[in-house]
């Protein structure tokens, strides 16, 4: 989830606000029905009630949505905006929504569940012929040159006199926001994506790049962006040089930093896929001399598969063989789901936690603090 203080930087991004105020503004007619998926601290929901809307749903499964019922409350619209605190995917409507407004992306547009998310509340929540905001994303990739970003990732590894080369080649294999100047572009940016969200069914993508080098340089990775279209012409984008916003811009590195010369050629293949409520993302890079394109003079093969760095213990356990015994935190879990009940209050849970298990609670407040986190995380509202 978001932080507190990523929502301020969303809602003091200037580009961003004013491209979704004029989109909803757009949509949002007096007696509309609008859906606020991901609705943080609500200030699109106060929005549609200002232009009007009769009903708006917010959802948000964070506990910043009680800063928008406090906002919606503090502005006089709190009998127009019903809150659902929750996944979109577990909400039915009363009624279907004739606009759905959102902006669940990260650095990218893929990222968590906010694809899926978009097309289920389409599928199920959205009226015909309703309004989608945004309505599709296009996205922008190009090799860059961009030492200090490199070093900044790379340069606490080869220090110390020691041989660290196992953390380089986590580092190496995760991607990161950055801030990309159009001096650092070593090719012309190539769009290898847009996703339509009127259209999409599947979270996953796959683009084949590929770019002749307009100068010579050192090639550090690729760098990543994207342009948004809200609704009609209305959108914003992010790409180098624009002034910074929220979102930056994605640089994948390469395994090594690699000299390239005017006219080399170098083919991508970019790739993520959705597992686990997360992406794992591919990166596949061949360099080709100009004067030799028969075979590439460097390749490499990267994933964020490689980039969390896990124990062979951790792995073991994650083998189809692997016959698990439970260690004492499942037991916790399994002794706290059986006081689960509807008729234990989480105090009473705690004591007798804290007795079940005496070694590893030294008073009732340690074994409180535990009954309350799974209670949050577990148990219906009642």
Known sequence: M?????YGQMVADTPRMHAYTSAIRRAVKPGSVVLDLGCGPGVFALLACQLGARRVYAVEPDNVIELAREAARMNGFADRI?????????????EPAGVIVSDLRGVLPWYRDHIPSVIDARTRLLAPNGTLIPRRDILWAAIVEAPDRYRELTGPWQAHGFDLSAAMRVVTNTWRKTRVEPHELLVEPSCWA???????????????????????????GIAVWFDSVLIDEIGFWNAPGVP??????????????????????????????????????????????????DAPKTSFKQSTFFGVPLSRSQLRKRTNTHAPVVNDDGS?????FSQMDGNNSVEQIAMRLAQEFPLRFRNDNEALDVVADISERYSNSR
């Open 82 to 94: 019903e809150f659902f605190q929750m996944m979109s995917t577990s909400v039915t409507l009363p």
């Open 2 to 6: 978001y932080s507190l203080h990523s």
């Open 244 to 293: 910074e916003s929220i979102y930056g811009q994605g640089l994948f590195p390469f395994s090594q930093p690699v000299a390239i010369s005017e006219g080399d050629r170098v083919n991508v293949t970019l790739s993520a896929a959705f597992v686990n409520n997360d992406y794992v993302w591919r990166w596949e890079t061949d360099f080709f001399d100009a004067r030799e394109l």
């Open 332 to 336: 916790i879990l399994q002794f706290v």
């Open 194 to 220: 847009t996703l339509d969200y009127e259209e999409i069914e599947k979270p996953d993508v796959r683009a084949e790049l590929s770019w002749q080098c307009a100068r010579a340089g050192t090639a550090h």
